[in-house]
């Protein structure tokens, strides 16, 4: 069992920037791949950037490059989402998750999920 707590959220104007943190418990870190998804009012959960156990491989959604970074600090067992030059789109609860196996691009390959926060862009 793996326990996921997501932090940092906000509510920020547009061009802004959020840091959001994601602390693991339970079992090895590094044995998980972690990724953000992000779900909107009315939309389905999208993938937003992922990172490989040993974080030296990410992946990101096209809507996302050059603006969002994920890093793991695996020594303190956290996942972070740096978010810059945010906009009005990018309001969402964002949810942390861990996987082991599978694409981490895909939903399906997370068995673990944190509880979510909120992130509000104005305009």
């Known amino acids: 069992q793996v326990q996921l707590v997501e932090s940092g959220g906000g509510l920020v104007q547009a061009g802004g920037s959020l840091r959001l943190s994601c602390a693991a418990s339970g079992r090895t870190f590094v044995d998980y791949a972690m990724g953000w998804f992000r779900q909107a009012p009315g939309k389905e959960r999208e993938f937003v950037a992922a990172i490989r156990g040993s974080g030296g491989t990410t992946y990101y959604a096209d809507f996302v490059k050059g603006r969002f970074t994920i890093s793991r600090d695996n020594a303190k067992n956290t996942v972070y989402l740096q978010m810059n030059s945010l906009k009005p789109e990018d309001t969402a609860v964002y949810y942390c998750?861990?996987?082991?196996?599978?694409?981490?691009?895909?939903?399906?390959?997370?068995?673990?999920w944190g509880q979510g926060t909120q992130v509000t862009v104005s305009s």
């Open positions: 998750a861990a996987s082991t196996y599978g694409s981490p691009r895909l939903y399906s390959a997370y068995h673990y």
